[in-house]
């Protein structure tokens, strides 16, 4: 990527909407949906395209390995607040109240 950013800075900028365009357009839940788990995914879209990653590899630099790094961090993150909402919604769905007057125990998801 070194390579890319003394060529010019917005070819940087045109790999990630080009990625991001390629990611969004791409069926990732047919790949669910036959079995695969998100490794098996990203597997198969680099697969699919091959050779523009293979160009990218050959360009890239330990400084681009850092930002990658910090890149992950906040995908790592994003997945992190995914949980939470699910736990936090999956929690208020566990919710009980008590009837004191015949002293039962009701389960109603909110």
Do not use: C
């Not at 695969?36 to 050779?51: C, G, M, Q």
């Amino acid at each position: 990527m070194k390579e890319i950013f003394e060529k010019d800075k917005s070819d940087i900028f045109a790999w990630f909407n080009w990625f991001s365009n390629k990611w969004n357009k791409y069926e990732a839940f047919i790949d669910f949906r036959y079995g695969d788990n998100p490794r098996e995914v990203a597997e198969n879209f680099i697969e699919l395209y091959r050779d523009d990653f293979v160009n990218l590899f050959d360009s890239f630099d330990n400084d681009d390995l850092d930002a990658i790094d910090q890149l992950q961090k906040l995908t790592e993150s994003e997945s992190h607040i995914f949980r939470i909402i699910k736990e936090k919604i999956n929690r208020r769905n566990k919710v009980k109240f008590v009837d004191f007057t015949s002293k039962k125990i009701i389960k109603k998801d909110l």
